[in-house]
């Protein structure tokens, strides 16, 4: 079993650069690569991703919630995302146990795009546009800021070098609102898990 996001997420409110991106994306479809301990922000929304290695036998993963609008923890009664190499937990923050636990196989090959992504270097970024691209060191994560006209959340997947979702892989979507996972099935999307924040 995975360490409690609780946990992770206590140390990472320790994190004061949260509050303030040192840069915001100055062009559609910028790319960015994050390592451990990298943070962004998804720009209009109040979603927050941080990238956690637990020890050097956990590979990278990506956390990402709703912050409250005080200080740089969850929002209460929200949902906490966490994306690793081989699957998606969604934990209600405060909760003991995931509402959502799911483990699928880790694509063939690195995502397109990744190999030439500018590292974030430590610093706090905001990305707002559909176009833009993170992408998260050692894994096959991948997630873009979603919404159209405006965005409202950020969507996540693990991605091959084809640049396809395989077929049983996960999308997960957070926004201020609430949480969802679909299922990639002979090319469609079918939801398998939704919850509103605040439920």
Not at 76 to 88: E, I, M, P, Q
Not at 112 to 121: D, F, I, L, N, V
Not at 169 to 188: P, R
């Amino acid at each position: 079993m995975r360490p409690s996001l609780l946990a992770v997420l206590l140390v990472l409110a320790l994190a004061a650069g949260l509050a303030a991106p040192s840069r915001s994306a100055q062009q559609p479809g910028e790319k960015v690569l994050l390592n451990s301990n990298d943070s962004v922000l998804i720009a209009g929304t109040r979603i927050a991703c941080h990238v956690v290695r637990a020890s050097k036998q956990v590979t990278n993963r990506l956390v990402c919630f709703e912050r409250a609008k005080r200080g740089l923890k969850p929002a209460a009664k929200s949902y906490v995302v966490s994306l690793a190499a081989r699957g998606v937990t969604v934990e209600r923050w405060g909760a003991k146990s995931p509402v959502f636990d799911r483990s699928e196989s880790i694509p063939d090959g690195s995502p397109p795009g990744s190999a030439t992504a500018p590292a974030a270097m430590a610093r706090v970024l905001s990305l707002g546009d559909a176009k833009d691209q993170i992408y998260v060191a050692t894994t096959n994560i991948v997630c873009r800021p979603y919404g159209q006209p405006r965005t409202n959340g950020v969507l996540c997947v693990l991605m091959g070098k084809d640049g396809h979702i395989p077929d049983a892989g996960y999308l997960v979507l957070l926004t201020d609102s609430m949480v969802a996972v679909a299922q990639s099935q002979h090319g469609k999307a079918v939801k398998v898990f939704q919850r509103t924040h605040g439920r």
